[in-house]
């Protein structure tokens, strides 16, 4: 069974608002009352997310602050919107506590939905996070530094926009509704649209980034994809298994060991796990699984090749030569660690044991042998290509199959490296006396390890981190031309290198990622999918209203809310210069007034904002936000 | 493969604890270099061979340790292995030479009056049997 996802819950909260505005639209239905206190909820929880995000920004001072990227700029432009969201939300109205009983509102119903998926898939990103010194917090996995990450980072922001957006058309549409089917206050009614008003202009301003560097669909499949904190249970193959369940077994291998040396890698450099039992039995059994990856990279090739996928055979072909060097780099690197040794001789690390299931797993797929083990001796037929690719359909599976055992070879021998030399330095890393030279003299069978030799171990590791990168690289390129499952490892370990993580600290800020976004290095592909602005004006929907069906009336009545859109922005501009803003409940004053503002603050329009914001100097946005939703 | 039948002449000759444990710790050195020279990917016996020479790194370990095991010690065989013979005939030489091993290491445990030592002669003969285990299965013994 897969893991929870957060894009699982992202989903949930989409799913949880209905059907897209324009698309069979809910009825404005429900108390004005219920709905505020509902959307309350949903904004604090929001406003909860970019907390995380702009944590660290809160510590420099304004005039130190330098200029912001857009994407850091929306972010707290964002903060500013929830905030003053909220800010209406409760002035003198409901507080955010959940009531005892269920709402009863249709519209409160979903937004309390909503609530419950954000919050959830908060608390799923939080699990790869514990608290550490300070305000700091450390990771727990190897997950947390892309869930920190610039572009998981903006991917989020454009989420949080889209469900603005859609949260403020429904809440606005039960504002201005007739107060005949809808219990609330003029001023209740007035609050719950500023608010709504305030959730547009955060749409705003997100789009407004978005504009200026869009948000990749490669990373926005990399936040749906980033799992629970919480790994798979360890499973070994009974013999027998089809195709599809050994694949499925090496990919929950894989990122089980990934995860098992992430944590080694935090352990102290006496931990008895760090012994030279654990650094063979991952050298020798990663050589067997990068032989492994290399036999079933040759097949799905020759697979592929006989499918006349030309270009994907070619890829293929090249990740197979990539994973012999890997291995043969292995094998230096298992023969260098048997010429030193620990004290601890015996103790084998959790990450080294299941180290030897993926061995396990990804021989099992590669040899025709139901019963292959890693003793079963010698000269074993590989499976055949039709055995291991019975549909075109199958190829993905496979490859995304070894492409995570090879991230995860990839990942191991970095572990290691830094667990020798950690271990290096505390003197644990040991040698036979009767290997050293005559200018030794030892009156002991083994000796701390010269330098020179502690070098030549660390350099072999080098070597195997290069070649199974290599190897990797080599096998994703071609996990993102055949839209494998594991392409999501691609992204992330793009996504972990913008975030330059400080290892050497184990801690992070959530701010690291803002503090990313201010660098506008990484080029982004534009794929930002957004829903189309179908929602009516208000004469078009006052003319729905009256029964109009007519095209070319319906049309007619769209261009003039358009133009009436850009009157009142121009017009905005103008008042805004003259300091003479008028505020968010007065802009919410008569229901004819509201529709006009919603619409205009609607059309994405970012001058539209500056008639909540009002006149601002450049960067002044940034520094505000300093009400708490 | 001159290596692999001085190590298995000089434990045969071993008599007392130290004695043997020295002999064993040299059969896994003298081992080591002859078995990674043979490591071949494009061979069958590749896998084999690789999870013998883990071994038999564990297996000097284990005795290296060992309190009895006298502190001076002859240097190790070159790493280069400089024998000659074909794999199967390599893997033969050192599933024999593990044979022995393990027969005379479990033979001297008993005799060992610190706990230390019996453990070492336990865990080095459990390593020579893996190592047996790995190459008999793949070599004509």
Known sequence: MSRATFGDFLQAAHDGLGPPSGAGSYAPRG???EVSRSLLRVVTVMGRYVQDMTAGLDGIGRRARPPLHPWARACLQVREALSNAAWFLTDGGPNRRWPPSPAASPLARRLDAVTVSLTTG?????????PGAGSSWEHRSEWAVVVTSPPVTRALLAEIALLSRRIAHQGAGLALSPPAGVPGSAPERRRLNAACQWLWVLDTSVRAAQQQEPVA???RDLMAAIPVNDLPPRRVPGGGEPVAVLCEGAI??????????????????????MSTGSLRQVARTSTVTSHNCHILLGTLAACTARAGQAQISEGLSAAADAAGRARDRWLRAACAIGQITTETEGHLSPAAIEAGDLALWTGRLAYADPQWTLVSGPA?????????????????MAVAAVHQACETLAQLPQTEWEQISAAAQVGRILVPTSTLSSDYDVPRPFARAPHDRVEQLLAEYRGVAQASRQAATAVGEVAVAIQASSRVLVTARQAARASQPTRASKTADHADALAALRDPGAARESAAVREPDDTPGPIEHTLRGLGVSRPDLLTRGAELDRAGQRFLIDATVGINRQHKRPSAVMLSKTTATAALVNNA???????????LRGPQRPQQAESEAEREP | MNEIAAAAARLQQAIGLAAILDAACGAFEDMLPVLWDR???????????????????DGRDAVLFAPSLPPHR????????????????VAGAVAGLCMLLAARLAEAAPSAADHGDRAACHAAARYASQIHEALAGASPL
């Open chain 1, 31 to 33: 108390s004005v009352e």
């Open chain 1, 122 to 130: 908060r608390d799923l990103l939080q699990t790869h996070f514990a």
């Open chain 1, 217 to 219: 669909a490669a990373d």
């Open chain 1, 252 to 273: 929950t291998s894989a990122e089980r060991v990934r995860h098992l040396a992430w944590v080694a890698a935090q352990d102290a450099p006496w931990s008895p796990g």
């Open chain 1, 380 to 396: 074993h037929p590989g499976r055949p290509p039709e055995s291991l690719v019975s549909r075109p359909e199958d190829v993905p």
């Open chain 1, 601 to 611: 603050l609607a059309s994405g329009d970012s001058r539209a904002a500056a008639m």
């Open chain 2, 39 to 57: 490591i071949d990917p494009g061979e069958p016996l590749f896998i084999a061979m690789l999870t013998a020479a883990t071994c038999a790194a």
């Open chain 2, 74 to 89: 002859r240097p190790a065989a070159p790493q280069a292995g400089s024998g000659q013979g074909s794999v199967d005939v």
